[in-house]
């Protein structure tokens, strides 16, 4: 039987957490106890056909998953509720500030579209989601940031090495979900099949990039929706900055 919450989180559609708008203070329950455990919904909007969501619920339940495995912050408790439209997911790894936790809904709401491609304006694209054989968060000896080890098919292995010896000199530009990863000056080929985003990256921001290039894109946008604690009590989630 679905649980009965009450929430008082109005919806936080995806676009305006991208955007950097929700930031919302230390969450807290609606007695103003600690949280050791948050429940969040995920909701596909009303434009995206009912059919269409139907065949790709599966889909969407998968990506959710491999993300919050990645992370080792919850889990998926359950596909759909009502209709097919509405996703739970469990926050596990508290407690977590704010900051924190607002970063990890907006990684798991990201569409999580990645390309390699010759210009900044994501044309000239190389390659895709579809090259990437997997994603992680690494940290070398040398380096005081974190990295991301993009290892890529045999296909796109393939690419990549001809995409370097072709560039040679030249800019390659990393996006994801619209956003400039990395611009690498190509040195020479690399024909490992391996490719290295470096820069200004904690470990727990490259754990949850790493997360979303991993996995396949969501095929729909997801909105961030009401909370509560495992006691079913609602959150408190209060916005403090529209423009951060």
């Known amino acids: 039987m679905k649980r009965l919450y009450l929430f008082i989180c109005a919806l936080v559609m995806c676009g305006a957490l991208l955007s950097g708008c929700g930031l919302f203070e230390p969450v807290l329950s609606a007695s103003g106890g600690p949280v050791d455990e948050v429940y969040l919904e995920l909701t596909v909007g009303s434009d995206v056909d009912s059919a269409a969501l139907a065949l790709n619920a599966g889909?969407?339940?998968?990506?959710?998953?491999?993300?919050?495995?990645?992370?080792?912050?919850?889990?998926?408790?359950?596909?759909?509720?009502?209709?097919?439209r509405t996703f739970e997911v469990r926050f596990t790894c508290l407690p977590m500030d704010e900051e924190a936790l607002v970063a990890e809904i907006k990684s798991l709401c990201a569409p999580g579209v990645l390309i390699f491609c010759e210009k900044e304006d994501g044309s000239g694209v190389?390659?895709?989601?579809?090259?990437?054989?997997?994603?992680?968060?690494?940290?070398?000896?040398?380096?005081?940031?974190?990295?991301?080890?993009?290892?890529?098919?045999?296909?796109?292995?393939?690419?990549?090495?001809?995409a370097t010896t072709r560039l040679q000199g030249e800019v390659i530009y990393i996006i994801l979900d619209n956003e400039v990863l990395s611009s690498p000056t190509v040195q020479s080929p690399i024909t490992d099949g391996i490719a290295l985003i470096t820069g200004d990256l904690s470990l727990e921001e490259a754990v949850r990039t790493a997360a979303r290039i991993a996995s396949p894109p969501l095929p729909f946008p997801l909105s961030a929706g009401e909370g509560c604690n495992r006691n079913g009590q609602p959150l408190v989630f209060e916005t403090i900055s529209e423009n951060a």
């Open 126 to 162: 190389l390659l895709n989601n579809d090259d990437v054989a997997s994603a992680e968060a690494v940290v070398r000896d040398e380096q005081p940031d974190a990295s991301i080890q993009i290892e890529f098919t045999a296909d796109g292995g393939r690419k990549f090495s001809e």
């Open 59 to 84: 889909e969407i339940c998968d990506v959710l998953e491999s993300r919050l495995k990645a992370t080792g912050c919850g889990d998926i408790m359950t596909e759909f509720f009502d209709d097919i």
